[in-house]
C-alpha cells in the first residue's frame, strides 16, 4: 500500500485530476498512515491547515491584485500602455517588437503571468507586429514568450507567494527581481533588435507623441509609483499597497475613464476569483501535506541524501536548474511554488544559499516552464488565441525559449544580481 | 424534473456564486481600504478589521474554488487523456472525478467535526464572535465542491454534457 497510493496518485493527477485533490489526499493518506491501525481522527489536521489560510495577513495581497488586474485588463490600458511604449521605443530598428517586451513586462507584473497578457496585450500586438512586416514566427514566439515576462518584477503573484510560502521578506523578493528581471528583458530585447536588423521602422520619435502618450495614460502611470513608493517609502505594508492598488484601478475605470461598465463587474470578479480560489486551495491543502513532510522529517532526509551526493553549491545549482525545468514544464507555478519549496530551502540553505536568491532563482527556471514543450500554458494560450498549430507555436518559441535558459543560468550563477539591492 | 428547471437552477446558482464572490470581495476591498484611512488621517483603527480580513481571504478563496469547480477551471496536469480515444477519456474523467468527490467529502467531514469541536468548547474570534461561524465556510465549501465533482461524475458516466 505504501507504494501503491502514491503511485495512483500520480497517475490520477496525470490523467487530469484536479491537483489540490491529489495534494489533499496523499496528506489525508499521509496522516492515516501516521499510526499502525490506522489515525481516523488524525485526519481532522488537513481541514485545520487549510484553516491557516485565515492566519497569513499577507495573502489578502493576493485576491486584491488579481482583481486590480483583470479589472485592468479589461480597460482600455493594455492599448494606451502599447502606445506609450512605442512613443518611447517604436522609432529604434525592430523597436516594436522591444515595445512588445515592456509593455508585456509590466502588464505581467501586475496580472501575475496567469495567461491574461497574451490574451488581453496579444490582440493588440500580434496584428501591429504583422502590419510593420515582422516575419510571423518570430512574431508568434515574441508574444508567446512575453507572456511570463515580468514574473520577476513586483508586484507578481508568484513573488508575493513564495515569499509566503519561505516565510522570506516580501519586499526584499520585490527588490530581488528587478536586475535579474531586467537582464531577461535586456537579452530578449537584443535579440529582437538583432534578428529585425534590417526591418527599418516607418515611425519616427516625437516628442509631441510621447506627451500625448503619456497624456493619455496619465491614470495608469501611477500605479507602479503607488506600489513600489509607496511600500519602500515605509508608507504601505505590500497587502495595504495590494487594497490601495485595487480600489484605485476600481474608481478609475469604472467611474473616471468609463471603460469597464458595471454590468462587467459580475464577470471579472467571477474570472479573477476563480483564478484567486484555484491558488488558496492548492496552498491550503499543501500546508497539510508539508506539514505532514516536515513531521516525517522528509526534508531533513531529502538533505542528508543529497548532500552524501553532492558537495558543492555549483553542482547543486546545476542539478536544482534542471529539476525546475523538468518540474515547470509539468506543474504551473503556483503548486510549484507551494509543494516544492517547503522541500528544496532547506537543503539549499544547507548549501549557503540565500533563500531570496533561491526565490529568484526558482521562479526565473518557473518562467521558463511556461514556453518550455510539451505542455507549457503559453503555448496553448498561444495556440488557442491565435488559431496556430501548437507544432508551429513550439518552433517559433524555440530560439527566445533559450535565450531565456541563457539568462536563468546568468540569474542562477550570479547571487549578486538579485541580492545588490537588499 | 423538467430540464428547463433543472436550467434555471443552473442560472439562479450561478448567479447566487457571483453575488456572494462581489459581496465578499468588495466588503474586503472596503475593509482594507477603510482601515489605511483610519490609520493615516485619523490616527486610529478598529481592532477587529484585521481578523476579519484575513477571515474573508478564507472565504473568498474557498467561494472561488467552488466556482472553479462548476466551471472545472481546477488547476490540473492532464498530460496523459488527450492520447486516449472517447470511451476511455470518459472512464478517466468519471474517475478523476469520483476521487475528488471523494477527497472534498472526506475532507468535509472532518471539517465538520473540527467546527463541531469549537462550537462545544465556544472559541471565539475578533473578541467574542463565535469562531464557528466563520470556520463553517471549511464543511460547506468543501462539502460543495465534492456536490459538483460527484454531478459531473455521474453526467459524465452517463453521457451528458453540462452547461
Given amino acids: 500500500m505504501d507504494l501503491i497510493v502514491p503511485i495512483v496518485l500520480i497517475v490520477l493527477a496525470l490523467f487530469g485530476a484536479p491537483l489540490f485533490a491529489v495534494i489533499a489526499a496523499s496528506a489525508l493518506w499521509g496522516f492515516y498512515r501516521s499510526t499502525d491501525e490506522g489515525a481516523w481522527e488524525l485526519l481532522q489536521i488537513v481541514p485545520v491547515e487549510v484553516y491557516r489560510i485565515a492566519e497569513m495577513p499577507i495573502l489578502l495581497a493576493i485576491p486584491l491584485f488579481t482583481f486590480a488586474g483583470y479589472l485592468l485588463s479589461e480597460s482600455g490600458a493594455p492599448r494606451r500602455l502599447v502606445r506609450l511604449s512605442n512613443a518611447l521605443l517604436g522609432w529604434l530598428p525592430g523597436g516594436l517588437s522591444v515595445v512588445a517586451l515592456a509593455a508585456c513586462a509590466f502588464f505581467t507584473a501586475f496580472t501575475g503571468a496567469s495567461g491574461v ?110 506600489v513600489l513608493g509607496g511600500i519602500y517609502s515605509g508608507y504601505f505594508a505590500v497587502s495595504e499597497a495590494a487594497a490601495v492598488t485595487a480600489v484605485y484601478v476600481l474608481v478609475i475605470d469604472l467611474f473616471v475613464l468609463r471603460e469597464v461598465r458595471l454590468s462587467q463587474l459580475p464577470q471579472i470578479v467571477r ?40 558537495d558543492s553549491p555549483l553542482t547543486f545549482l546545476l ?56 505542455v507549457g500554458l503559453n503555448l496553448f494560450i498561444a495556440s488557442y488565441r491565435f488559431d496556430e498549430s501548437i507544432m508551429k507555436i513550439y518552433a517559433s518559441t524555440l530560439p527566445f525559449l533559450l535565450i531565456l535558459l541563457l539568462s536563468v543560468l546568468i540569474i542562477t550563477y550570479w547571487p549578486t544580481l538579485s541580492l545588490a539591492l537588499l | 424534473m423538467s430540464s428547463s428547471l433543472l436550467k434555471r437552477l443552473e442560472q439562479v446558482s450561478r448567479l447566487t456564486e457571483n453575488a456572494v464572490l462581489i459581496l465578499l470581495l468588495l466588503s474586503m476591498i472596503v475593509l482594507a481600504a ?14 477587529w478589521t484585521d481578523e476579519l480580513l484575513r477571515i474573508l481571504v478564507l472565504w473568498l478563496g474557498l467561494a472561488g474554488a467552488v466556482v472553479a469547480s462548476r466551471d472545472r477551471r481546477h488547476i490540473k496536469i492532464d498530460v496523459l487523456s488527450r492520447f486516449l480515444n472517447d470511451s476511455w477519456q470518459r472512464i478517466a474523467g468519471v474517475v478523476t ?57 455521474l453526467a459524465t458516466l452517463l453521457g451528458k454534457e453540462l452547461g
Avoid at chain 1, 283 to 306: H, W
Wanted: charged content about 10%.
Fill in chain 1, 271 to 310: 474570472e479573477s476569483m476563480l483564478l484567486v480560489g484555484g491558488i488558496l486551495i492548492i496552498l491550503g491543502v499543501s500546508l497539510a501535506s508539508t506539514n505532514y513532510m516536515i513531521d516525517a522529517e522528509i526534508p531533513s532526509r531529502l538533505f542528508e541524501f543529497v548532500s552524501q551526493k553532492i
Fill in chain 1, 319 to 374: 542539478l536544482l536548474n534542471i529539476f525546475l525545468l523538468v518540474l515547470g514544464a509539468i506543474l504551473d507555478i503556483f503548486s510549484a511554488i507551494v509543494l516544492v519549496v517547503p522541500l528544496i530551502l532547506p537543503v539549499a540553505m544547507g548549501f549557503d544559499i540565500h533563500p531570496v536568491h533561491l526565490g529568484i532563482i526558482f521562479l526565473a527556471n518557473m518562467q521558463l516552464g511556461y514556453v518550455t514543450p510539451p
Fill in chain 2, 34 to 47: 477603510g482601515q489605511i484611512i483610519l490609520r493615516n488621517v485619523f490616527d486610529t483603527g478598529i481592532i
Fill in chain 1, 117 to 226: 497578457t497574451i490574451i488581453a496585450l496579444g490582440a493588440i500586438l500580434y496584428p501591429a507586429l504583422q502590419q510593420a512586416k515582422y516575419d510571423d514566427n518570430f512574431s508568434l514566439g515574441l508574444i508567446t514568450t512575453s507572456g511570463s515576462l515580468g514574473l520577476l518584477f513586483a508586484p507578481s503573484l508568484p513573488l508575493i507567494l513564495y515569499g509566503i510560502v519561505a516565510e522570506v521578506s516580501i519586499d526584499q523578493l520585490f527588490l530581488a527581481g528587478i536586475f535579474p528581471g531586467l537582464v531577461m528583458l535586456l537579452m530578449l530585447s537584443l535579440y529582437s533588435f538583432w534578428h529585425n536588423r534590417h526591418l527599418r521602422s516607418s515611425n519616427r520619435f516625437s516628442w509631441r507623441e510621447v506627451v500625448a502618450a503619456v497624456n493619455e495614460a496619465k491614470w495608469e502611470i501611477p500605479l507602479p509609483i503607488i
Fill in chain 2, 97 to 153: 472525478c469520483v476521487f475528488t468527490a471523494f477527497v472534498c467529502a472526506l475532507v468535509a467531514w472532518h471539517a465538520g467535526v473540527f467546527v463541531s469541536g469549537t462550537f462545544q468548547f465556544g472559541d471565539t474570534v475578533m473578541g467574542g464572535a463565535p469562531a464557528w461561524i466563520f470556520q463553517s465556510i471549511l464543511p460547506i465549501g468543501f462539502g460543495l465542491i465534492a456536490y459538483r465533482y460527484l454531478v459531473y461524475g
